[in-house]
């Protein structure tokens, strides 16, 4: 029955917008975890901002299967799971990996008969646990702010320039994703009636869906109050924020342009504040990039 929908322009627009969220979703952590790997440090994102957000996508998951919502949100609801635990797992890795390695630097500091001279000459090369990074992340931004502000700002703007574009191509695929699906048959117009999926949604999916919601609103605090406190993004993609946002827009736009009739903005209500509510923290993150620097191009604000 669905075979014979005509093609609507709203209902084109909510099939685009819904396979360049898909395009943004699929290709969103792998930023972060390449930047995690160049750096060997896990120490610009919050865990807790991680596993709040896993939290999320598990409920968000069980929330979807139970409200019987398409394959396809289903799908990416699993996929994401997955990717969670990748990138919480490469986090857990290298901070268990560099905490190891300060306690053996820290230990030979405190044996060695030189650390008395050591430590008059340079109490800085020895610490707690910890100082050792911080240190050095203080040290590079000191150095980083000598240079020369001209060349800091010209690789600030040609991060974001280079983010843009990957930004515009995650676009065109989702969108040319969409019109071969289109074309052989994959994608159908969906009808906007459907008493399966309409205002008789089972009150706990709604439950989870609103507990999903809560936790991709709270996720990002953790990040928020981590960057203000060290004043530096250091260590964070900001690809991985703005393909978040990309996919947070179109999620919200794919779901309105498909009905606004009230029955279904109900239905949807949990999987849209979730969506469209954090673009407002992702812009202030981004904000926090503008003002505090990613630790290497913009560190001459911090002078």
């Given amino acids: 029955m669905s075979d014979s929908l005509p093609l609507t322009a709203h209902e084109a627009l909510s099939g685009v917008f819904g396979s360049i969220s898909l395009a943004s979703w699929i290709f969103l952590l792998v930023p972060q975890l390449i930047e995690n790997y160049k750096s060997g440090s896990a120490d610009g994102i919050s865990l807790a901002f991680l596993t709040v957000w896993f939290l999320g996508d598990i409920t968000n998951l069980a929330g979807a299967i139970w409200a019987g919502l398409v394959p396809t949100v289903i799908a990416l609801a699993v996929y994401f799971c997955f990717a969670d635990l990748i990138l919480i797992a490469q986090c857990v890795y290298y901070n268990m990996k560099n905490a190891r390695r300060e306690r053996k630097v820290s230990t030979r500091s405190t044996d060695s008969v030189e650390a008395p001279l050591l430590a008059r000459r340079d109490s800085s090369n020895i610490g707690l646990p910890g100082s050792h990074r911080r240190d050095s992340a203080a040290s590079r931004r000191r150095r980083a702010s000598s240079l020369p502000t001209i060349v800091d700002v010209d690789k600030g703007g040609r991060e974001w320039v280079k ?27 969906q009808p906007t009636h459907d008493d399966t999926n309409g205002s008789d949604s089972p009150l706990g999916a709604q439950v989870l869906g ?20 060290e004043k530096s993004c250091e260590g964070l993609s900001l690809l991985f924020f703005m393909l978040s946002l990309l996919g947070n827009a179109t999620y919200g736009a794919g779901i309105i342009f498909h009905s606004q009739e009230k029955d279904y903005i109900i239905t949807n209500l949990p999987w849209l504040i979730g969506s469209l509510g954090t673009m407002v923290e992702d812009v202030t993150i981004f904000i926090q990039f503008r003002v505090f620097g990613n630790g290497e191009a913009s560190s001459a604000l911090d002078a």
């Fill in 210 to 229: 609103y507990a999903s919601a809560v936790a991709y609103l709270g996720a990002r605090i953790p990040q928020i109050i981590k960057n203000q406190r």
């Fill in 163 to 189: 983010n843009s574009l990957s930004i515009v191509g995650v676009a065109v695929v989702g969108a040319a994703g969409w019109a071969i699906a289109w074309k052989t048959g994959v994608w159908v117009p």
